[in-house]
């Protein structure tokens, strides 16, 4: 299929982007080409929608994926950057640049997705179809509550803004409840989930991706407020929609993990939801990860800044010898080969223990000419068929301390048969966070795996951070021993609090409502 147009330069993009990119109660104008004028046709729609897969995602694609979801889980560790090192040491301060960046951007999705739900509803002439209507709102209320999840996880209490002229109108708001937001989250992927195709181009979200990511929010949203375990409801409704992906979908694992992350096999079978990033657009505009992660100039165009960056001894000890596929596609041990990297050259010999997961290469290794250091072609998944067997197992072993249902095993044995590993015959609590700390590393969710425990088993959560060895190793080849290197940095101890990220200093300032205790939203 042909993949997605990213119209990143049109008209009715740049008004959006300027008007919205200060701070999350900035709101774009309902007024002009975005309204009246833009929504005549499907194809109208669809030029919207595509537009926010990527862009707008670049605050949080930029540092903060990695630096939150990895780096702060314990999973990497980069002891030079500050703003990197604040996440490692649990001393986030409310001006930390990436926590900024993050909170700011999840907003701006927010602002486009409210931007273009409104113009639909009101502006939208009858010659469109009911179906082409709520497919482009399904895309677009599937974007906002995958944004509104990543607060929730990340902040807890927040906004929600549903209504931008309202915020222009009353730009002081209040945090909602918690189980408010979830509430929104969860009927705007139901929305979705009732009125996305079951296929589409690739690139685009389908009722899979929705059901899949209702499986995962339903699955957070059981332990919230409970102690010890979790609400059965919600965890029957989490391996209701996750069994509807893994049986009836008829999707199945990319054959190769390994090429999960290669580029040729970008929006492949096993991609639910990705970032379709464009390549030679400038910074700011695309995906910049591999400039910022890859540990040489060598095998990225124009310069690669990650020699410094690395796994985690906690992490590689968690790697068995024959996990050996999964461990190379994650991250480099000196002395491995990648003849993939700068082929032209000869390909790659790792000369230390860093990133592999995003490195993609050269613009000639990703036959992409136009591939620049700020716009790798890697469309970086978000949501993937693996996460959810994961999550479906989970949902079925739900508040028992093991299980052997079959259903569980068998979606949970996929994904390790697939890395060559051999399968369990018996599911834990804790072998199931081992697997998807080992299966997604590097890919931003561990950090979400940690908070979600902690709704229901803080202690758990906080001891699982606590025992980790945050440091980084150097590797023998020849006696295959691993080393640490100790950075020498104070990790203040997690607490409960640990799981609760600061608001940023200026929205406080803005905003000093977000400080009062959250109110109802409905």
């Known amino acids: 299929m042909k993949k997605i147009k990213i119209y990143i330069f049109s008209l009715f993009v740049i008004i959006m982007i300027n008007s919205c990119k200060k701070d999350f109660l900035n709101r774009p104008p309902l007024t002009g080409i975005t309204t009246s004028n833009f929504y005549k046709s499907t194809s109208d729609l669809r030029l919207a929608t595509a537009a926010i897969y990527a862009q707008p995602w670049f605050d ?120 408010d937001v979830y509430r929104f989250i969860i009927n705007d992927l139901r929305f979705a989930a009732a009125n996305l195709p079951k296929s589409d181009q690739a690139g685009r979200v389908t009722t899979w991706s929705a059901q899949g990511m209702l499986a995962k929010v339903y699955l957070t949203r059981a332990g919230l407020g409970q102690s010890g375990t979790r609400n059965q409801t919600d965890l029957d409704s989490a391996a ?128 992409s000419p136009t591939m620049d250091r700020w716009s790798s072609i ?38 390790r048969t697939r890395a060559g590993v051999d399968p369990v015959t018996i599911l834990t609590p804790d072998i199931l966070m081992k697997e998807r700390r080992i299966e997604l590393a590097f890919e931003g969710q561990y950090w979400f795996d940690l908070v979600r425990l902690s709704y229901y088993n803080p202690q758990a959560a906080i001891a699982s951070i606590n025992g980790q060895t945050r440091e980084q190793f150097t590797y023998n080849p020849g006696t295959g021993v691993s080393t640490i290197v100790p950075s020498n940095l104070i990790i203040t101890p997690a607490t409960a609090a640990t799981f609760t990220l600061p608001i940023p200093a200026n929205d406080q300032t803005a905003d000093p409502k977000l400080l009062q205790a959250p109110v109802a939203y409905y």
Not at 326 to 350: C, S, V
């Open 60 to 179: 949080w694609n930029n540092f903060p994926l990695l630096g939150i979801g990895d780096i702060m889980a314990g999973n990497m560790l980069q002891p030079y950057n500050s703003g990197l090192v604040q996440f490692t040491t649990f001393s986030i301060t409310s001006d930390n640049t990436y926590l900024t960046q993050a909170w700011q951007g999840f907003y701006i999705i927010v602002a486009h997705c409210n931007v273009n739900i409104k113009a639909i509803n009101t502006q939208l002439p009858d010659s469109v179809s009911a179906a082409g209507k709520n497919g482009a709102l399904g895309e677009l209320r599937f974007l906002r509550a995958t944004a509104y999840y990543h607060l929730a996880m990340l902040w807890g209490a927040v906004p929600i803004i549903e209504d931008n002229d309202k915020l222009i109108a009353n730009p002081l708001v209040p945090r909602n409840k918690l189980t």
């Open 240 to 367: 209701y929609f996750a069994g509807n992906v893994c049986n009836t979908s008829g999707l199945a694992l990319l054959p190769s993990y390994y090429n999960l992350f290669r580029t040729q096999y970008n929006d492949n079978s096993e991609s639910l939801f990705a970032f379709q990033w464009a390549p030679g657009v400038g910074y700011g505009q695309g995906n910049d990860i591999q400039a910022q992660f890859a540990p040489s100039s060598s095998i990225v165009p124009g310069a690669g800044w990650g020699g410094a960056i690395g796994p985690t001894i906690d992490l590689a000890n968690l790697y068995t010898k024959q996990d050996s596929i999964r461990r190379k596609a994650t991250f480099m041990l000196t002395g491995d080969y990648y003849p993939e990297l700068n082929a032209a050259g000869g390909g790659y010999t790792a000369t230390g223990c860093n990133v592999k997961k995003h490195i993609v290469g050269t613009p000639a290794d990703n036959n």
């Open 378 to 415: 890697e469309h970086n998944t978000v949501l993937r068929l693996a996460d959810v067997y994961l999550i479906y197992a989970e949902a079925l072993m739900g508040n028992n301390s093991s299980t052997v249902n079959g259903q569980a095993l068998q979606y949970f044995n996929a994904v």
